[in-house]
């Protein structure tokens, strides 16, 4: 098999099991032990840009960034393509999560994808609930089929 679809495919594993991992971390953790940095996401009211949560872009990078630096010292090896699928996810996660859904830059307001109002909307669910305890919806490209019909039902065609 080429080098080129081994690399392509280790990059697109690495970016599923991302959505594993953070689904994992932010049910168990954000929402465990770590609710101290997360829970300002769920109660802002500071009027501050910044929010306690975004040290965990600094958690989540940092192995994408271990895993490059590995890689490019070793030739470009698998660790290389590896961090390149945690980065790739890290970048997905910034442009849907904080641009998209919290508009924390405002740009991409307007969707007619049912997918993309899935994801807004379970995301909606997940912020219903203001502590630790109650929750669902943690992934964020993933979602219940359940918001994906109903946001079918409002797409225009």
């Given at each position: 098999m080429p080098v080129w679809i081994i690399n392509t495919l280790i990059v697109i594993g690495a970016f599923?099991?991302?959505e594993c991992t953070a689904w994992l971390a932010h049910k168990?953790?954000?929402?465990?032990?770590l609710w101290f940095l997360h829970h300002d996401h769920h109660q802002r009211d500071d009027g501050d840009f910044f929010e306690k949560n975004d040290y965990f872009f600094v958690i989540f990078a940092t192995p994408g960034i271990a895993c490059l630096g590995v890689g490019v010292a070793q030739g470009f090896n698998?660790?290389?393509?590896?961090?390149?699928?945690?980065?790739?996810y890290g970048f997905t996660y910034f442009l849907v999560h904080d641009i998209f859904i919290h508009q924390r830059f405002k740009m991409?307001?307007?969707?007619?994808?049912?997918?993309l109002k899935a994801i807004r909307r379970a995301h909606k669910m997940h912020h219903k609930h203001l502590g630790k305890n109650e929750g669902e919806?943690?992934?964020?490209l993933w979602v219940p089929l359940k918001y994906y019909r109903e946001a079918?039902?409002?797409?225009a065609k």
């Amino acid at each position: 098999m080429p080098v080129w679809i081994i690399n392509t495919l280790i990059v697109i594993g690495a970016f599923t099991a991302m959505e594993c991992t953070a689904w994992l971390a932010h049910k168990y953790l954000m929402h465990g032990a770590l609710w101290f940095l997360h829970h300002d996401h769920h109660q802002r009211d500071d009027g501050d840009f910044f929010e306690k949560n975004d040290y965990f872009f600094v958690i989540f990078a940092t192995p994408g960034i271990a895993c490059l630096g590995v890689g490019v010292a070793q030739g470009f090896n698998y660790w290389f393509w590896i961090g390149l699928g945690i980065t790739i996810y890290g970048f997905t996660y910034f442009l849907v999560h904080d641009i998209f859904i919290h508009q924390r830059f405002k740009m991409f307001r307007n969707t007619e994808s049912a997918y993309l109002k899935a994801i807004r909307r379970a995301h909606k669910m997940h912020h219903k609930h203001l502590g630790k305890n109650e929750g669902e919806c943690f992934g964020m490209l993933w979602v219940p089929l359940k918001y994906y019909r109903e946001a079918r039902k409002t797409t225009a065609k």
